[in-house]
């Protein structure tokens, strides 16, 4: 027997969102000491590889399984979908701080967390509020994006630069996570996805507070 409309819904958001969240594996080998950053940032290149082929498929061959009808949104239909720019986001930021190619001041120390803070504080503001893609977020959701989001930055910042510093980068990390996640910039019309802005926003945010505090 089908699923009542609102339950599908919010078992599809929720599937949605357990998706979202397995990224916080991709640097948990490099944490641990098995793999080097650049074999990640790797790794995430070729997932975006990956994602960009089935894309292409989806949306110019026209292949459409069961798994892209249940996991995208109708917005998604005919436009990249979310899971495609999380990917392209996380891995900017994952190659900005490749030693080899590295912006200046840019390492896993605030790579890591901006990662999460996608992975895991958007899913987390994503059930704190209900709005179009085009809509700012309810102030619920901004303050646990922005909480989740500075907890996780401070679990690297602190320990790398101590704690008056530390602190700062942090916060400099978890509010243009907030921004990025609550109100969504939009270009023609068409709202930026969030998959693609936090965890650079976030990165960023960081960088410039280490290259002046630290």
Avoid: Q
């Avoid at 948990?28 to 793999?35: D, E, S």
């Avoid at 001041?105 to 790579?111: I, R, S």
Wanted: charged content about 10%; cysteine-free.
């Amino acid at each position: 027997m089908p699923l009542p409309a609102a339950e599908w819904r919010a078992s599809v958001e929720f599937e949605r969102r357990l998706v979202h969240a397995s990224g916080t594996l991709f640097p948990v080998p490099y944490l641990l000491g098995w793999v080097s950053w650049t074999e990640t940032a790797a790794f995430l290149a070729l997932g975006v590889a990956t994602v960009g082929l089935l894309e292409y498929l989806r949306l110019v061959v026209g292949l459409d399984h069961a798994v892209y009808r249940h996991l995208t949104r109708e917005y998604e239909s005919d436009s990249v979908a979310g899971y495609a720019l999380y990917m392209v986001g996380t891995t900017a930021v994952a190659v900005a701080a490749v030693p080899a190619l590295a912006i200046p001041g840019m390492t896993p120390t605030l790579a890591v967390p901006a990662i999460w803070m996608v992975s895991l504080g958007d899913p987390v503001s994503g059930a704190l509020g209900d709005n179009a893609a085009t809509e700012s977020k309810r102030p619920t959701a901004w303050i646990a994006m922005f909480l989740v989001s500075l907890g996780l930055a401070l679990l690297f910042t602190v320990p790398a630069f101590g704690s008056r510093v530390g602190v700062a980068v942090a916060l400099a990390g978890a509010v243009p996570a907030a921004v990025a996640d609550g109100l969504p910039p939009i270009v023609r019309g068409v709202a930026v996805d969030d998959n693609l802005t936090i965890s650079p926003a976030a990165a960023v945010g960081m960088l410039l507070a280490v290259s002046v505090l630290a």
